[in-house]
């Protein structure tokens, strides 16, 4: 079994920052893509940050120039920087891995959300 364990999330206010965390764990072979989404309350989740073994790196349009993603391969960890925080920001956000598991091939798994609030 796979598990993905976010941290970071909390209060901050408009334009502060806050720094996300999601860490994946347990029989993995090989990680293809880790990635951010979020969901804000009476919205559909949508893909925030995209980040694939390859390199290739997908920023939506909302978060361009404020987010970034970077990686640790050795801790199959991503982190998520977010700067410049704006209210609309506000919202839980979820990490996906999409991986290759020991013995059950390939998985996309989830992890269990953080919140961000961002106050105007």
């Not at 361009?64 to 801790?75: E, P």
Request: glycine share 12%; with cysteine.
């Amino acid at each position: 079994q796979v598990q993905l364990v976010e941290s970071g999330g909390g209060l901050v206010q408009a334009g502060g920052s806050l720094r996300l965390s999601c860490t994946a764990s347990g029989n993995i072979i090989r990680i293809n893509a880790m990635n951010w989404y979020r969901q804000a309350p009476g919205k559909q989740r949508e893909l925030v940050v995209g980040f694939t073994n390859g390199g290739s790196i997908y920023y939506a349009d909302s978060v361009k120039g404020r987010f970034t993603i970077s990686g640790d391969n050795a801790k199959n960890t991503v982190y998520l920087q977010m700067n410049s925080l704006k209210p609309e920001d506000t919202a839980v956000y979820y990490c996906n891995a999409d991986l290759q598991e020991l013995f059950r091939g390939s998985r996309v798994y989830w992890g269990q959300g953080t919140q961000v609030t961002v106050s105007s």
